[in-house]
């Protein structure tokens, strides 16, 4: 009883929403083009699973989403690294970062609009900016919270560059990465 009470109450708003939405459509007699009502909404939908381009059309953006983070994860991760690693590359772009990082992915648009029009280089490159930033950056913060004595103690016992780099500087890191990627990837 108390998971149908709390599903009820989260539903609410929605619910809201949806009635709000009914009522100013035909309340201000909105033009269906424009503002199109919940039948015409449902209808479409029905269409839409019913002859397959729904899934397609799901598909095509999630392989979107997919080419955007991955291309954005693998530059990222290793500028977010070489930051970290590197205090004159640090202090050199952590300043562009930072404000790149807290600029939302939906600011990107007029200027993916001009570059690549509208398509799919205009989505995969919008995607690949709000991850990039927020990883990159996430990634610095995680390798220099690594502290100098465990770097130095994994080189005495022998690691070379890749080692420390690979058993220490990443594993150490990656809450930082994940943190990261659920920012951009939202």
């Known amino acids: 009883m108390r998971r149908l009470a709390s599903a009820a109450l989260f539903s609410l708003p929605l619910l809201a929403l949806v ?24 209808q479409a939908g029905i269409e839409a699973v019913a002859d397959g381009s729904l899934l397609r059309h799901v598909a095509a953006s999630m392989w ?5 983070t991955l291309i954005g994860l693998a530059l990222a991760i290793p500028c977010g690294v070489a930051m970290g690693v590197s205090p004159a590359i640090s202090a050199f772009f952590t300043p562009v970062f930072r404000f790149f990082s807290v600029l939302a992915g939906i600011a990107w648009i007029p200027i993916a609009t001009l570059w690549f029009g ?8 919008v995607i690949f900016n709000a991850v990039f930033f927020v990883v990159a950056y996430n990634t610095l913060l995680g390798v220099a919270s690594i502290p100098m004595p465990l770097r130095n103690a994994a080189a005495s016992l022998g690691a070379g560059r890749w080692q420390i780099l690979t058993e220490v500087l990443l594993p150490g890191a990656l809450p930082n990465i994940v943190t990261g990627v659920r920012t951009g990837a939202g």
């Not at 979107?64 to 955007?68: D, E, L, Q, S, T």
């Not at 509208?118 to 490159?125: E, L, M, R, S, T």
């Open 19 to 42: 009635l709000l939405w009914a009522i100013v459509v035909r309340a201000f007699d909105v033009n269906p083009r424009v503002f199109p009502g919940i039948g015409a909404v449902v």
């Open 64 to 68: 979107r989403v997919f080419v955007g």
């Open 118 to 125: 509208y398509g799919f280089g205009a989505i995969v490159f």
